[in-house]
């Protein structure tokens, strides 16, 4: 085979791998109006209770177009949307799987939470 150089491959569309194998992940990062949190407490059919990244707690339910594609437990890692007629609660848009909170950590986003969830 022909040797091309150092090309990253993609790998599914959505990982990059180097020639190392390090899997470079592409974490969503929050638009304005969004925040990150980490899901307390379940509180019963669709909503649930979730610490987010501006000190506060928000009560968040999932949306019904989401329903069945998000499935959440506590200490998972979320992004909401506040509602705009109430700060103090939220949609739940967004979960973020291991290697996108490994990235968010390298570069500080999560360390306005508290680690003890």
Known sequence: MVD????????????????????IARARMPQKGEYIGV????????RMEVHTTDGKTRNC????????????RPKDVVLITPWTDDDSKG????KYNSS???QLRKKGILDSLKSDF
């Not at 949609?91 to 967004?94: L, S, T």
């Open 100 to 102: 996108a909170i490994n």
């Open 4 to 23: 091309y150089g150092d090309f990253e491959e993609v790998v599914e569309g959505k990982q990059i791998t180097t020639q190392e194998g390090e899997v």
């Open 39 to 46: 899901i307390v407490q379940r509180l019963g059919g669709n």
């Open 91 to 94: 949609d739940v848009i967004f």
């Open 61 to 72: 339910r999932v949306p019904g177009r989401f329903k069945r594609t998000l499935w959440l």
